[in-house]
């Protein structure tokens, strides 16, 4: 199916009891033991808080603290915070990233990619009647908002790596801001998600679709990995072989002519 060409919700239409639904939401499956250890996690009853009294919520957090794989599923799971006939999509800049993200958190939450978890790239669908959370690139999101401008089957939208500012997300941004300020999307929560500091900026961008109430970002620390340095000479005695430096003879060099 071509990405253009489908909806993003898979669900619509197929689930008409609610009582299925809400079992399948309650059949959700724990959080993995890796995904509890994470900061993200730590500050789970703080972001979903903020996303439920709030039209906007920017959230800034560290690399490595789970936002990008955490925060989607806290979304799913919390309780009436997105409309059984609704999906929630967490877009990325890059389809790769769309893809992994995907494939990590199904297999995370013991399921096969496509069933509760998807994506949605270019010219590929990979979801089901089932799907609750779906990966997708800004551009697909863009699309989406050509066809179905007021994004009625999206309950909740989570923008990552805001702070990057490719055109694509600052378009997305522009149109969403519009949009929600002029009253056209009442059903729709946005999450901006962003790796720095400077959240800032964003929570006073949207302030007036959140009322024209002052922003507060929820900052989410990171971990710290430990580090080693490798140099050359380490590298050269892990395979064995040492390649001979430009400039000292051999092909390619600036060795004297024999």
């Known amino acids: 199916m071509r990405a253009d060409a489908a909806s993003f919700v898979p669900g619509k239409g197929l689930v008409a009891d609610s009582e299925v ?20 996690y730590q500050k789970k009853d703080w972001v979903i808080a903020g996303i ?6 920017v959230i800034s957090g560290d690399t490595g603290c789970g936002k990008s794989t955490l925060i989607p599923q806290l979304v799913c799971d919390a309780e009436n915070l997105v409309a059984d006939d609704k999906v929630v999509v967490c877009t990325q800049p890059r389809r790769v990233a769309a893809i992994t993200l995907a494939e990590y958190v199904a297999r995370d939450r013991g399921q096969e990619l496509g069933d509760e978890v998807g994506y ?24 989406r908002l050509h066809s179905e401008p007021t994004l009625d089957s999206i309950g909740c939208l989570i923008i990552d790596e805001v702070h990057e500012r490719d055109v694509y997300t600052d378009f997305l941004l522009l149109l969403l801001r519009e949009a929600m300020a002029n009253g056209r999307m009442p059903h729709l929560k946005i999450v901006l998600m962003s790796a720095t500091l400077k959240a800032e900026d964003f929570a006073q961008y949207f302030r007036k679709v959140n009322g024209d109430t002052a922003l507060k970002p929820v900052h989410i620390p990171g971990r710290m990995f430990p580090v080693e340095d490798y140099y050359w000479e380490d590298a050269c005695e892990w395979i064995g072989f040492c390649p001979q430096e430009k400039g000292k003879g051999g092909k390619g060099g600036k060795g004297k002519k024999g």
């Open 21 to 40: 639904t809400k079992t399948r939401r309650d059949a959700a499956p724990e959080l993995s033991e890796a995904a509890k250890r994470l900061p993200t």
């Open 52 to 57: 439920r009294h709030n039209v906007v919520t």
């Open 120 to 143: 949605q790239i270019r010219f590929i669908n990979k979801f089901s009647e089932n799907t609750r959370l779906i990966y997708a690139t800004t551009a697909i999101v863009l699309r």
